[in-house]
């Protein structure tokens, strides 16, 4: 089956830091989509990203569409306490009732 | 902002007991969506569900897991006999339609515990 990997599998970084962790697949996806957990809650949708090469932003967030639709990267620039949290990539290629392929995750801890 | 609702947010269970998730998907969205994640490991893909069918299903999902609508509103998973292995969250998810990922809406998830 199609495999997710994230990097790094967790990050202690200091608040005001930036972070960046990437995601790889062992095959191409059409839609690239940057989810975050947080304890017993469901994924939340940052960003979702529909085409190679495409960089888009959500304010302090920037996610990028690998041109070889294998890869994505999330930045997250200026880290408050409140990004504490573990961030999933999904992949998906569209078609009749869209299934999300996620990735391993990366555990994010925010210190003061 | 409409939301995904999943009752009840946590349910104990004996291994061997019948145990029905409930969903209620956005009103306007026609594709639903079981997700599961074991403690620590990352969310996998159950099952797919349009107009009364079942589109897909990954090998997690066997016989001893259905899916059904039975009114207009809810989305149910139900595990027959359940087993240890079965612990894990259970997350529902909705579309409004089938192509693309617009709109794709995870619940808070049912904690399920199989003693």
């Known amino acids: 089956g199609q495999q997710l990997n994230q990097s790094p599998q967790s990050m202690f970084i200091q608040e005001g830091e930036d972070v960046s962790m990437n995601c790889t697949s062992s095959s191409i996806f059409n839609t690239w989509l940057w989810y975050k957990q947080e304890p017993g809650e469901g994924p939340v949708l940052l960003i979702a990203?529909?085409?190679?090469?495409e960089l888009t932003s959500n304010g302090r967030l920037t996610a990028q569409f690998g041109i070889t639709r294998k890869d994505s990267f999330l930045n997250i620039s200026a880290s408050i306490p409140s990004d504490v949290g573990i961030y999933f990539c999904a992949g998906a290629n569209t078609g009749t009732a869209s299934k999300l392929t996620f990735g391993t995750g990366t555990r994010l801890q925010v210190t003061l | 902002e409409p939301e995904v609702t999943q009752t009840p947010s946590h349910q104990v269970t004996q291994m061997g007991q019948e145990v029905i998730l409930r969903c209620v998907p956005i009103?306007?969205?026609?594709?639903f969506y079981w997700y599961r994640q074991i403690l620590g490991q990352k969310v996998e893909f159950l099952v797919s569900?349009?107009?009364?069918?079942?589109s897909e299903k990954s090998e997690i999902f066997d016989d001893q897991f259905s899916v059904e609508r039975p009114d207009g509103s809810n989305f149910t998973l139900k595990i027959r006999s359940t087993k240890l292995e079965d612990s894990a969250m259970y997350f529902c998810?909705?579309?409004?339609w089938g192509q693309g990922t617009y709109g794709y809406t995870f619940g808070s998830g049912t904690r399920l515990t199989v003693v």
């Open positions: 569900f349009y107009n009364n069918e079942i």
């Open positions: 009103s306007n969205h026609l594709y």
């Open positions: 998810a909705s579309t409004p």
């Open positions: 990203l529909y085409k190679a090469g």
